[in-house]
């Protein structure tokens, strides 16, 4: 008989750590549904696959008409840890109440994740500009805050001369540089990894209050460190943003997907449990997992 016991305390142990119950994992809401990316069902549902690989959360999709301000869209925030945006340029505004709703949530404490051009959305609404830290394009220029890059020493710059926000080059593969090792998003990863092919975001502008950089990317077309893992104090809600993300195959970077997950999870609560999996990339080398639905 305890030779059975032990068969099974070994096959469980074997097997990982044991998923939570469904009860108490931590709820996530996606919104989509207006995104200039065409690929956007695709990573919706690739980002719902990747929260859920980890056990930690349920995942939930609230998608808003294709077109213009949708009067319907009005999810119930606060019955979520977390938000993951998946809108892009272009999107319609939320109705003013959703708008009102989502400030409250996360002024209140909840978690917000911001993924690629969810930071092109809404260059109009004020509040969303100072969850994000900073944005792109729509109009966005020094009128919206300062280009806010780090420089050779190391240091943050925030540069209030003139200029359009957002711009990017030609898609390559290029190395993310983490700037604070001690933060648990990204404690453990190694300092220099290589992200998968992808867009590499410059110029971002905006009010960067209460802003940390993570992690950067030295732009080809700038010269300059960007910022790519960053992270906002917003009242007592904590936002996860990161610009990388731009098609299904910069996704499927585990380093992309590692940092989704435990953005997702420090969003939420503070911490980080998710370990850095053993096929992350290094220095030299990109690592990608062929997504494959569930
Ligand atoms: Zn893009």
Same mark, same amino acid.
């Not at 009005?74 to 109440?97: I, K, L």
């Given at each position: 008989m305890r030779n059975v016991l032990s068969l099974v305390v070994l096959a469980i142990s074997l097997a990982g750590p044991m998923p939570l119950h469904a009860a108490d994992r931590l709820k996530a809401l996606i919104v989509d549904g207006q995104n200039n990316h065409a690929v956007w069902p695709t990573t919706t549902r690739m980002m719902k696959a990747y929260l859920e690989q980890t056990g930690l959360f349920s995942v939930e999709i609230a998608t808003a008409a294709p077109q213009g301000t949708d009067p319907n869209f009005? =999810?119930?925030?606060?019955? &979520? *840890?977390? @938000? @993951?945006?998946?809108?892009?340029?272009?999107?319609? %505004? $939320? =109705?003013?109440?959703t708008q009102l709703a989502f400030e409250q949530f996360v002024r209140g404490g909840g978690g917000f994740v911001v993924i690629h051009a *969810?930071?092109?959305?809404?260059?109009? $609404?004020?509040? &969303?500009?100072?969850?994000?830290?900073l944005g792109g394009w729509g109009g966005r220029n020094e009128k919206d805050g300062p280009y806010v890059y780090v420089n050779d020493k190391g240091e943050v710059v925030r540069d209030d001369s003139p200029g359009n926000g957002g711009n990017h080059g030609p898609q390559i593969e290029f190395p993310i540089v983490v700037r604070d *090792?001690?933060? =648990?998003? @990204?404690?453990?990863? =190694? +300092?220099?990894?290589?992200? %998968?092919?992808?867009? +590499? &975001?410059?110029?971002l502008r905006g009010p960067a209050k209460n802003m940390q950089i993570l992690a950067t990317a030295e732009s080809q077309i700038t010269g300059r460190h960007e910022p790519m893992i960053l992270i906002v104090q917003y009242g007592k809600g904590r936002v996860f943003h990161t610009p990388m993300g731009h098609a299904e195959y910069s996704q499927e970077c585990v380093g992309f997907i590692t940092t989704l997950q435990r953005g997702t999870e420090w969003a939420a609560t503070g911490n980080v449990t998710i370990p850095v999996p053993d096929d992350f990339p290094t220095a030299q080398k990109s690592s990608s997992r062929r997504f494959t639905a569930p």
């Open positions: 009005q =999810p119930e925030f606060s019955h &979520y *840890a977390v @938000v @993951v945006s998946n809108f892009g340029h272009g999107a319609a %505004a $939320w =109705p003013r109440s *969810a930071d092109n959305s809404f260059p109009e $609404w004020a509040e &969303y500009n100072e969850m994000i830290g *090792a001690r933060h =648990p998003i @990204v404690h453990g990863m =190694p +300092l220099e990894w290589m992200h %998968a092919r992808d867009e +590499l &975001y410059d110029k």
